[in-house]
């Protein structure tokens, strides 16, 4: 157990870390960041930064050695230098590994008694147009690798798409998915106490444009109540086995047939948002309090209505009409630069 006015290390300084250092703060941690950039939005409001690379091993070591407890708010890391701290590590390496490729994510998956969509391993154009014979159209290719908010992914619709996909995605390794036709998409964010305690939020209804979550809502619908309680079951498996301490987010599809899982994230997430103003214990606090060895906080709703809503590249210049309006909570990142498709901030909406 880390006591209040321990240090939480943070490997990663994007927003997610920002508002978990946010969360640690009421509970009287300290939180230190590990992040390669000049000056990370998470480093802001930490009392600790060190800027090196992430396969820096000498910089991760001389960074655990100031932590008590070590996390990550992003699981594109190389493993094997955070390896070298998993004494320190919550979650650890498997969580990390098993969501970092999603082949080995897939197979994790159904080996845990849970449903992925229909899919293959691809490694070449052959492999593209075998998986269009066996599974047929439509189907999504994904980089095995690094991918996120859509990127890295190309539909495959028509024959004319097959032909020459293997080198227009860069001739990397890849996974054909079958196109699965859902009635609506959403997550189970849960968190798992190192005692292996299971606390789930409520699951919201998630909309993705050009594979970028726009927003999320609660209550989620009868289609998603309908496939919550099977996808809990499936998310909890997949915690377990990984060995899973702190928040783990798991997306699936609401489909005849489901729920399938999409993908797994071993961390806080950006569908989790609402649960700052929505929930009893938010998100954030509750991976505090798992990586800490605290009890879990209830996961009660605030609200049985709650919209969060998310600022994506120039949607944030509307800021000064959302901080001016009545009962919208707006969360503004502190990224600068506005680029097209970058997260800068969110806002949430009760009743
Ligand atoms: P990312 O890591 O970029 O979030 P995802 O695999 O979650 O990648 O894909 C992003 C979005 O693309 C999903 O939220 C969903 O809207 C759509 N999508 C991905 N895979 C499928 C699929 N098999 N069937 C239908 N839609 C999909
Ligand atoms: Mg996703």
């Not at 269009?132 to 619709?157: C, E, H, M, S, V």
């Not at 996974?175 to 292996?196: H, N, P, Q, Y």
């Amino acid at each position: 157990m880390i006591a209040p006015g321990g240090t939480i290390g943070i490997v990663g300084g994007g927003q997610l870390g920002r508002m978990l250092a946010l969360a640690a703060a009421p509970l009287g941690y300290r939180v230190h960041v590990f992040d390669p950039h000049e000056r990370p939005c998470a480093a802001d409001v930490s009392a600790g930064f060190t800027r090196a690379a992430f396969d820096d091993v000498s910089a991760l070591e001389r960074f655990a050695a100031a932590c008590d407890v070590v996390t990550y708010e992003f699981e594109n890391l190389p493993v094997g230098p955070l390896a070298t701290i998993a004494g320190k590590l919550r979650p650890g390496t498997a969580s990390l590994s098993i969501a970092q490729d999603r082949d080995a994510e897939k197979s994790f998956v159904r080996d845990s008694g849970g449903q992925p969509a229909e899919w293959r391993t691809i490694d070449s154009q052959d492999d593209v147009e075998q998986a269009w014979t066996d599974l047929g159209g439509p189907l999504i290719l994904k980089t095995r690798r690094d991918g996120y908010d859509g990127k890295g992914q190309a539909w495959l619709r028509t024959e004319e798409d097959v032909r020459g996909a293997w080198t227009r995605l860069g001739g990397r390794p890849l996974i054909a998915e079958k196109v699965v036709a859902f009635e609506a998409e959403f997550s189970v964010v849960l968190a798992r106490g190192l005692d292996g305690a299971v606390a789930f939020f409520d699951s919201p209804r998630n909309h993705h444009e050009d594979g970028i979550l726009r927003r999320s809502e609660l209550p989620a619908g009868p289609v998603v109540e309908a496939q919550q309680a099977a996808a809990r079951l499936q998310a909890a498996r997949i915690a377990e086995r990984l060995g899973h301490v702190g928040v783990l987010t798991v997306e699936f599809f609401a489909a005849e047939g489901g729920p399938f899982v999409n993908e797994i994230a071993p961390r806080v997430h950006n569908s989790g948002h609402w649960t700052i103003e929505g929930a009893a214990t938010s998100q954030f606090e509750q991976h505090i309090r798992a990586i800490c060895g605290l009890p879990l906080g209830s996961t009660a709703l605030r609200s049985p209505k709650v919209t969060m809503d998310n600022l994506i590249g120039n949607d944030v210049d509307r800021w000064p009409e959302l901080v001016a309006e009545p009962g919208a909570a707006l969360h503004l990142y502190g990224k600068g630069e506005a680029r097209p498709g970058r997260k800068m901030g969110h806002v949430t909406r009760l009743g």
